[in-house]
């Protein structure tokens, strides 16, 4: 029972790294300007490193012997679980499947999921799960450039000139619906607690919200939750498998090749 | 000086194979075949992430996509030590990329293929890679110094890159028939095109000859065309694949591979902008840079304010 749960659990912290990647690696030859092309693949280089030792950890314990998750048989790997689930198995938040968008929504984007992760992982480091704790403790060191390099651009944009205000107001728009997720917990997140290795995401709201703020304050944007934004309904159901019409169309992408060759090596 | 006794010491240099810096003086058609050299050079890099970078979506594995990821990132990173080395010559970054996106300025050829296949990645790795490397090795020693420099570190990379590209195509060598046969696709595509990379023959070759003289240049299309040959015919065997080419024969007299004549039609053709995805790349570059111009201008306004405010602060602490 503990291992359905810490299954669930990791395959949802690997599914939010992969598809943030897989949005981020869309920009590759397309950015802006050329050393932001390289520092946002960069930040999708180490999303997919993270994505990877999760997925490798899922694939040990699902193909340990245990009959509720079907496994047993050896036959996961880090490639079967990214590549050969389907829509509704996927349980990223739907955050971190938006579109990019502009340039401004993507930073905005990486900034409010960044800012989770750096919080989640400070949490996670003290794991009771070993292996957790040492995946979130390694990362948390990329992390924390990525929330540096988002703030920075969260400033430059809002504080940069009036269209480009104007932009991040609009990402703004798009994106906030999505954050409330992010500190609602999924069953298996709030088994975790339960079962001592997880972490408790709704407590880290409130230093969500600070640093969310203190960032927009020196980008000259209002408070996060202010500005009429205040009661937006927030959407939920990503962790659970539920996801936004966009998800389908990112694995059809991303898993292509093994669909269309199935059992290949490559 | 006289432009005679600078022109003098510039050449003297050239011969006891001293570097030229960006300081020293230089006749004005050396700096501009550098100036159009290397910022060819820088855009072909640029250009070269659009073929590769439209199968990082739908690498098969994520090793692969990594490692796929990690090139193309390598390649932007190469674009920008070319540009700063063409920046020394005294060309912004800015005028270079407006040559290129108003089709004044070229790009290598090979990037106006498009990529089929996941096989077309490890092609491009082994066979474009591979024709760019013997090309830079050449250039590590170029006379102009910051350009020699940023080919060292350059090189390096590359044959990482090369080494990278091979191993996919083994991947599929050993793999099901649909994969040998993606594989072999692949390399009949690439092959002709990769020889093309070396520019006309060298009796056509318009600007080969001055630049040889001021060893800008320090082997001839055909000599690197003919060295990429013999690597290739050998390599190929360990993929237990075929070059499309019928008159790819071992010669015992000159101890190189014979092989049959390129398609110069489709060479130039190409190089006019008929190729079958020139549009398309151009047009990628332009819709980046355009709808990147927001950015750029918002990270100059918001540069500019932090420094007056920073400016401001100082005055205040002075006062």
């Not at chain 2, 790009?107 to 077309?120: E, G, K, V």
Request: aromatic share 10%; net charge negative.
């Amino acid at each position: 029972m503990t291992k359905d749960i810490l299954y669930n659990y990791t395959m949802h912290l690997a599914d939010n790294a992969l598809i943030l990647a897989q949005r981020n690696s869309e920009w590759c030859g397309h950015g802006p300007v050329l050393e932001q092309d390289i520092a946002i693949t960069n930040i999708s280089l180490d999303l997919i490193g993270q994505a990877r030792s999760l997925y490798q950890y899922a694939a040990e314990l699902i193909n340990a012997p245990s009959p509720s998750i079907g496994g047993g048989r050896g036959e996961a790997t880090e490639d079967s679980l990214a590549y050969l689930r389907d829509v509704r198995q996927y349980k990223n938040c739907l955050l971190v499947e938006q579109p990019n968008g502009d340039w401004a929504q993507t930073i905005l984007r990486q900034f409010f999921f960044s800012t989770y992760q750096y919080l989640l992982y400070q949490q996670l480091q003290k794991s009771t799960d070993d292996t957790l704790a040492a995946i979130a403790e390694k990362s948390l060191k990329e992390v924390t450039y990525h929330v540096r390099w988002s703030s920075e651009w969260v400033v430059r944009l809002g504080d940069g000139t009036p269209e480009s205000h104007g932009r991040l107001e609009n990402a703004l728009e798009e994106l906030w619906m999505y954050t409330g997720e992010l500190f609602a917990p999924a069953t298996y997140e709030a088994e975790a607690v339960t079962a001592g290795f997880g972490v408790e995401v709704s407590a880290l709201k409130a230093a969500w919200e600070q640093k969310v703020n203190e960032i927009f304050g020196e980008a000259t944007l209002p408070d996060a939750a202010a500005g009429g934004r205040e009661g937006i309904y927030m959407q939920t159901g990503g962790k659970e498998g539920v996801h936004s019409e966009q998800l389908g169309y990112i694995l059809a992408e991303l898993q292509y090749m093994q669909r269309a060759y199935p059992g290949a090596e490559w | 000086m006289s432009v005679q006794e600078l022109e003098k010491i510039f050449l003297d240099k050239i011969d006891q194979e001293i570097k030229i810096e960006p300081k020293d003086w230089m006749p004005d058609a050396y700096r501009k075949t550098l100036v159009r050299q290397i910022s060819q050079h820088a855009h072909s890099e640029i250009v070269g992430m659009l073929p590769e970078g439209n199968w990082i979506g739908r690498a098969p594995s994520l090793k692969r996509k990594a490692i796929l990821l990690a090139k193309v990132q390598d390649e932007a990173g190469h674009g920008l030590y070319l540009y700063s080395a063409t920046e020394t010559l005294g060309t912004t970054r800015e005028q270079t990329i407006v040559d290129l996106h108003s089709g004044k300025a070229k790009y290598s050829s090979i990037f106006n293929y498009p990529t089929l296949t996941w096989a077309d990645i490890g092609a491009v790795g082994w066979l474009v890679d591979g024709a760019a490397i013997l090309n830079q090795v050449m250039l590590c020693r170029t006379s102009y110094g910051p350009y020699a420099r940023a080919m060292v570190r350059i090189c390096k990379e590359e044959s990482f890159h090369q080494r990278q590209g091979f191993d996919i195509l083994v991947a599929l060598s050993k793999g099901t028939q649909e994969q040998r046969d993606m594989c072999q696709d692949a390399i009949n595509r690439w092959w002709w095109p990769s020889l093309m990379m070396f520019g006309p023959h060298d009796s056509e070759s318009t600007n080969s000859e001055q630049s040889t003289k001021w060893k800008i240049k320090r082997m001839s299309n055909d000599e690197l065309r003919q060295k990429f040959v013999d690597m290739i015919a050998e390599q190929v065997k360990v993929l237990n694949m075929t070059l499309p080419d019928p008159h790819l024969k071992w010669n015992e007299q000159t101890n190189h591979y014979d092989f049959g004549e390129i398609n110069w039609a489709e060479f130039w053709n190409v190089v006019k902008g008929n190729g079958p995805c020139n549009k398309q790349r151009l047009d990628a570059r332009r819709k980046a840079w355009d709808e990147g111009a927001w950015v750029r201008e918002a990270a100059t306004a918001y540069a500019a304010k932090r420094k007056a405010r920073a400016e401001k602060q100082e005055e205040k602490q002075i006062a």
